[in-house]
Every structure is written in C-alpha cells, then in structure tokens.
C-alpha cells in the first residue's frame, strides 16, 4: 500500500477557467470553528448569503440560495427543478457547456431542440426567436458566458421573447456572476445558477441559485416529483429561508468561504468589480496581441472574466502549459471539443483578476513563446 | 440592507448527530494552496484519498470515490445509478432514515416495500427475509447505523439472502464509517455510502461511495440513462480514476480534508479506531445511567458514534439543549419524527470521541439537570 505522506500541494497561480485563487479573506473565514447545520447562527448566515446572493445577481427572488455542490449541480438543479419527461426545451449551444444543458435536459427526458453556432460566435437572436417560435418550449437555457469559447451572450431582448411564447427563460452565470454584469431581473430571466470557484474568489462546492416565481409556479404545475431530493429547490428553500427544516448537512466551511467571498462582492460594489474585470481583460488582451497571438473571439464578445488565445502554428499547445505549470506555478486551460489543441483559455476571476497576474503570466508566456 | 460583519461563529463542541468536530490536521489541510481539478497533484491525491476509502470501506471495489456532496447527495448517488422507474426496492425503514431511502426511491419511480420496526429496535432477519422473497427485488437497501435511533443494525447473513434472490444491497454507512465495523466485502454488499462530517473526522461536502461489480453491471443493464450526470458513477469513475476527463470542479479544500481525515484513520488503524469509538460510548453510557438517565436502545444495539436519552418525564427537552449551547457551547441533537421531544441524540464521532468530551457532557448535564 501507498506510504501516504501529509499533504503539501505546491503553490499555483490559478489562471485557467476555475477554480480562480482563493481571497485570503475567504481562506480565513474557512478556518473559523465548525457549527452545525442547524444552529441559529450558521441559520443567520444563511439568511445573509442568500440577501448576498440577491445582490450579487441583482434579483428581488424570493428563491435565492446555494445548493451543495459545483456549478454542474447548480445547472442539473435548475433543469431537474423544471423538467418532467416529454417537456420541449430549447438550448443555446455555442459551446462546450451549452452542449452539456442540452445533454443534462435529454438523460431527464426532455426533447431538446438545439439552437447552435460555431464555438466562438454568439447564438444570434434571429435563430433563437426562430427556433423558440417553432418549438413554443417549456424553457430556453443558454450560457451567459461561454467558458469553453470566452464570448459572452447578449442578453438583450431574449427575456421579452421568451416570455411572449410563455416559456421560461434559464442561464447559465457560471463564469460570470461578480465578473461580467449579471442582472437577472433586468433581462426577466426565470432562473440562473453560478459556481462558487469562478469570480466570487472562493473554492468550489457551494452553486448559487435563483429563481423566479414563475419557475415556481411551473415547478408546482409538475404532475410527477422532482427527480432529484437533494437538489429540490422548495426543501432547500425551506431549510434555508423558511422554517430551517432539516434537509441536508450543509459544509460550515463552505457557507463560511461563500459569505465572505459574497461579503467582499458587496464591499467592492458590483460596478466596480465589472470594471476591475474589464480593466484587467483588456491589460490581457492587449498584452496577448503584442506577443503577437491572435484572441478567438472579436473583442465586443469577449468574456471579461475568460480569454482564449489560439495557439500559433508550429506550437506545441500542451508542452506551453506544463512549462507554464511546472516552471513558473502558473495554471492555464486547454481547450475543449473542437477547439482542443487549438486554443488556451486563460481566466482572471474573481481575487485572480490583478494587473500583477497579467503581468507575470504575459512575461512567462513571452519567455516560452520566445517572443519577450 | 443588512449591515454584513466579517464572521466570527462562536466555539462549539459538536456533540450531536454530525457535523463532528474538525480535526486541527484536518483543518490545517483545508488551508494547503488550492488546485486545479485536472491538476496532476490533485488527481494523485484522488487516487491516494479512493485507496484509502477502500480500506476504510474494508473493501476491493475498484469504484470507490467521493461524490461532491453531502452524504444525502453519496444516498441519491447510489439509489439513482441504479434505479429505473417501475424498479422494485425493499427498503428497512427503522428509522428516519431508512424513511428517506424509501422516500428517494420512490421519488425515482421505484415501487417500494418497506420493512418496518419500532423506532430504537433493528430490523430482525425474518421480516427482512419475508419480504425479498415476496418481492425477489432488484436491490435491498438498509441503514447499518441509524443516526436518528442508535441502533446499530446486525448484518449477518443479509448479504448472502439478498444474493439468494438475485439482488443487490445497498447499506447506509452514514453514521458508522470509521467509527464501527464497516466491512463492505465481508458483509457482500453491493453498494455504501457515507458522509465525511461524521466518524471521519472532516466537515461535510464529499460523500464517500463505493460500489461492487455486480451493481455495476446491473446499472450497465439499464435501459435509461443514469437520471443525473452529476452523479453518474461511472463518468466520476473515470474522472477520478480512469482518463481523468472532466466532469466537474470538485472542491480542492474538501479533497484535502478528506485525503487528510482518511489518513488519520489509517494512521490509528481501523480496529484501534472502532475500539476507540466504543470505549468513549461505554464512558458515556455508565456516566448517563449515572445520572439515572435512561438510555432508548438495548446496549448490544448502540450505535457507538450516536446516543440516543430519554427525555426525563418533566423537563423541557429544548430547554436543554439550548442551556447546553449558549451556556456550554456544546450541541447535540433533538430527536426526529416520532421521537422528537422523546430524545436527545449524543454523538461522539471522530474527533470528538474523547472522554474529555464525554466528562465536560456528563458535567454539563448533571448540572442543568440538578442531577451532580
């Protein structure tokens, strides 16, 4: 058997797309003592993450909670909450995550109508309106921002379409909540769900989620029971908001790592923190076209919080990021489906997004590339 | 708007039904620089943290991991992979928690016969026997350490009639891996899981699961897709122990918790664990009877992480507890379901199975009783 040694994982500077670097407040806050999942203090706490949260998505929704697990578990929340088998769903696939909504949708019975473009470009309104006017759907989900491409949806007018077939409207933040401007009541949409590891600055293993009352209207409408127990919103609401029935131990630590990651949100100011995110892509993104790299996606696209970078002919992709891990400490993304091979995804979220981070990784990427 | 506070949760001693306390290694290891989730360092330690869930386990089962969540999501984990609706399930309900097994399965479209007992009484081999003879089912699932009664359910000779019948059994080891007899290979069972907030030492947020070949062929034998992709056993497989293809983010801090927890089990070694855990229970139990306490379960049927005392006719359970909170800063646990205001719940697990604990609860009770 493995002679297993006390753990000492090295130092990396987390630059791919999430997890982002822990905030060292956030990674104080973890260390406080353990309560339990039913004392009225860690009870307050809750009450206070899901107030944070409603902030965070800029969203009066009642139904505003973390359900315990990643960002995936948020997703498969939200479509499970919904969707009874046979239900019509329209999905948004520009990329490797829309592809896993449609995925989700269909093993939950769902018949998905995929609305789809190259994994670069945004969906288009035209082909979604067409699609949704055909399908006349029970939801339409799409990504926010696309982590497996770096461009970020318009979100424009999608709410207003939606809603006029009397369908629901879902989407993906995971890459960009407290990165890219979320305004989940502004753009009328009926439910979101996020990830902790992403721009909040904290690990992963708690997934934000909101929804609206009418999801939950469709949600009661159900003639079968949600699939899922761990992931049933209303327990969850319940246990979160209402009368603290018992449902599931929720991890203190995480709560503890959510609260104060969500605390700083609302320290920064959204605003300011979008800003922050912005200021620093572009520091990236100009920095990335003076090496002389080419960004996959047209600058008015682009994920403030994600960058992808196509790989110069002749260069061996992988071999840059373990000399850019091993040799420097440095975490980049390679990149996914089609575009593996062909591009990095480099991230600047949350605490990770500072000039110093572009600073040193457009160095270490110069000295590799050759081209400092 | 709430004026947010940095947190500063006051010091408990956890003494109730999970979580247990933190061990300060454990602790320390959650505070090691994060990393990615295709980092090779982390995945060296999934594979070290799934070897020794095997010998935790006491079991060869190639599929042995965590799930990224609670032990409620390692319960939907294991029932999910392997129903299909019309499914037939006998399902031991001595407790509240077999109450869920049952409740989850039939949420998943399984026909569910139940095996019923008292509250505080084991499940007894006949009726059991009984009842998956009248069924022949596609699995049986029980809870070996039922946190909602203390009673410790024998397992002889259930692995070889379930087998009898073609079935599979599954075995809820929420409440007693690590702290009693678990031998998954011994008792030929088919399926387990557990949580990591109770005799292991570590905060909740990763469900340990383990499952047999022969359930893996009959999840394989499935006409449906597996309901939820994030919980889907076989891409966690090969994400944690196969090709490593990403599935999702987990929780670097929580895996290190883990690994760290599990290595501490090793280190004191299983059997010196178990006797450790049930040394500290006897401590508790005569202290109890001291104090002219009536214990709810025969002692050759305790659970010895979980206690379980009668309320004395004329004092106010919650009273109680919340006197042992706020003045103590110890917690335990309020009864559920029909023992609720019939019982308090006294945990020692993990870490917290210590006769210093079990001395300041009995000094701690003797007073608030007038019983010193």
Request: charged share 25%.
């Amino acid at each position: 058997m493995t002679d297993f040694a006390e753990l000492n994982p090295p130092q990396r500077l987390l630059l791919g797309p999430g997890p982002s670097p822990v905030h060292p407040q956030v990674q104080r806050a973890m260390a406080a003592p353990s309560l339990g999942h039913l004392d009225p203090e860690l009870l307050r706490l809750l009450s206070e993450t899901s107030e944070l949260l409603r902030y965070a998505f800029q969203t009066k929704n009642e139904l505003t909670l973390a359900v315990s697990g990643t960002g995936m578990a948020g997703m498969e929340c939200v479509l499970g909450n919904l969707i009874e088998p046979g239900d019509r769903l329209v999905v948004g696939v520009a990329g490797f995550f829309g592809a896993r909504l449609a995925e989700l949708a269909e093993r939950m019975g769902a018949r998905v109508r995929r609305v789809e473009c190259e994994w670069g470009r945004d969906l288009g309104f035209d082909p979604l309106a067409a699609a949704i006017k055909e399908e006349t759907p029970k939801a339409v989900a799409i990504v926010h921002a696309e982590t497996s491409t770096g461009v970020l949806q318009p979100m424009d007018e999608i709410g207003e379409l939606v809603h006029r077939y009397d369908s629901l409207l879902i989407v993906d933040c995971v890459t960009s909540l407290g990165g890219a401007p979320v305004t989940i009541d502004a753009w009328d949409a009926d439910a979101a769900f996020s990830g902790s590891q992403k721009c909040l600055g904290c690990p992963s293993g708690l997934a934000p989620v909101t929804v609206s009352e009418r999801f939950r209207n469709a949600v009661k409408k159900r003639t079968t029971p949600v699939h899922s127990f761990y992931l049933d919103l209303e327990l969850l609401c319940r246990y979160w908001l209402g009368d603290h029935l018992y449902h599931h131990t929720i991890s203190a630590p995480l709560v503890y790592a959510l609260h104060e990651g969500l605390r700083l949100v609302k320290e920064e100011g959204l605003v300011d923190r979008w800003a922050r995110h912005r200021s620093n892509a572009e520091l990236l993104w100009n920095g990335l076209e003076r090496l002389g790299l080419e960004l996959h996606v047209p600058r008015v696209r682009r994920v403030p919080s994600l960058t992808t970078v196509r790989v110069p002919d002749g260069v061996d992709e992988a071999a840059v990021r373990v000399k850019l891990r091993d040799d420097y400490g440095i975490e980049i993304g390679a990149g996914l489906g089609p575009l593996k091979g062909k591009i990095w995804r480099i991230g600047l979220m949350g605490h990770g997004s500072q000039p110093a981070n572009v600073a040193l990784l457009l160095a270490a990427l110069g000295q590799i590339l050759g081209r400092d």
